[in-house]
């Protein structure tokens, strides 16, 4: 076993296999999204009981993601790597597995532990190499909308010609046979990523400690934003667009629609951080998605399917800004323990999106008004944008190679 630990330990692999295993990480996580309805139906509650279930998975998505992260550096980010492919294939399989809620939960959250290590981890991988950070991150970003995009899709179709439980352990198979083919393209790592620790003193960039602040302010309010988005939009299609379609492939295809075309916003966004202040593109992202997401609060149909499309792109805009400036003022040595916190932030504030919105709805109101405060939030991305501190190019830890 330990010769087994040692192969997989300290390699590298190119962008394109961490790219993909972006879109299975949020691919996997958006299953219950779509599933849930049906899901709801087998084990005889309604969509806003059942999805409390899904809390764990969320949490534990966010919540795990510094234990990844220390793991990572008492091992090494491959080993993890290939620990979350084999973990969250075999979790999905459980989940379709499961006979009654409180298990099919239990499963879910163990998705969310294997999945919390793909940020933390996956992502200190592909900027570890300082080369255009900003494009590369728009492209990984891109792969991990797509898995969005992808999930009320392929869940749709899965819909419509089994039940829920087919939905997890299809995607499972499909995890763990990837996750073959990822350790067998993994190198070795030339770049000798310990030694060079050790010769180089881990040193922040000035105002570090501001811009991690206005970071966490703008990964707190995002987070609740993405979450909502992507786990409410399949469900808000199918009850706002009637005159549209009232199939559930329908509605699920024009969500992943939504998704996949506004992720390539980020390619765009990581272009330009490269070139020009994040401050000022976070604080554009920052009031489109309060001007856009409430008009998505107010239509219906095809003009709520245009809202719906402008105010993702604004959403997705914004993510790869973040890891972005985390590596202008962090040294790598630090990244895998700065994105890990930074995660627990966003994808547990993500995580709240569900038994909020599912008190909410039980209270008698309607997922419009969930999208109105959606809209109020984004005001402290804006407010995020505003504290972020100006940071000349000679000070950017990302052009130290």
């Known amino acids: 076993m330990s010769f087994i630990l040692d192969k997989l330990e300290s390699k590298q692999i190119s962008d394109r296999f961490i790219n993909f295993s972006h879109f299975i990480d949020h691919f996997i996580m958006l299953i219950f999204a779509k599933a849930a309805y049906d899901a709801g139906k087998f084990f005889n509650l309604s969509y806003d009981e059942i999805i409390i279930y899904g809390v764990f998975g969320f949490v534990l998505f966010g919540a795990i993601a510094p234990i990844s992260a220390h793991l990572a550096d008492k091992f090494s980010r491959s080993l993890l790597m290939v620990i979350f492919h084999f973990g969250i294939g075999f979790s999905s399989i459980l989940a379709g597995l499961s006979n009654n809620v409180w298990f099919l939960s239990f499963s879910i959250g163990l998705i969310g532990v294997f999945a919390s290590i793909y940020h933390p981890v996956g992502i200190a991988m592909l900027i570890k190499t300082n080369k255009n950070i900003g494009f590369r991150l728009g492209i990984n970003g891109v792969f991990g909308n797509m898995g969005v995009a992808a999930a009320p899709l392929i869940t749709g179709l899965l819909l419509t010609v089994g039940d829920w439980r087919i939905c997890f352990i299809i ?230 190679i």
């Open 171 to 400: 995607p499972g198979i499909f995890c763990i046979l990837y996750g073959v083919l990822f350790t067998i393209n993994l190198k070795n790592d030339i770049s000798d990523s310990k030694k060079n620790n050790k010769s180089k003193k881990s040193v922040f960039a000035p105002n570090w400690k501001m811009a991690l602040i206005a970071l966490a302010i703008s990964s707190s309010s995002g987070g609740f934003i993405f979450g909502a988005m992507t786990f409410l939009i399949p469900r808000y299609f199918e009850i706002s667009m009637n005159n549209v379609s009232t199939s559930v492939a329908i509605t699920g295809f024009l969500a992943s629609i939504v998704f996949a075309t506004a992720s390539f916003a980020q390619i765009i966004v990581g272009w330009i951080i490269d070139r020009y202040s994040p401050k000022k593109v976070l604080l554009f992202m920052g009031f489109g998605q309060i001007i856009f997401i409430y008009f998505a609060s107010l239509y219906q149909d095809y003009l709520l399917l245009f809202s719906m499309l402008v105010a993702m792109i604004f959403v997705f805009g914004q993510i790869p800004i973040t890891d972005t400036i985390i590596s202008r003022y962090v040294p790598d040595e630090w990244r895998n323990k700065v994105l890990s916190i930074k995660f627990l932030l966003n994808l547990s504030i993500g995580a709240s999106v569900l038994p909020i919105c599912g008190i909410f709805l039980q209270a008698g109101n309607t997922m419009d008004k969930l999208f109105f405060v959606m809209s109020l939030i984004a005001i402290f991305v804006a407010i995020s944008a505003l504290l972020l501190p100006n940071q000349d190019d000679a000070q950017r830890l990302d052009k130290t």
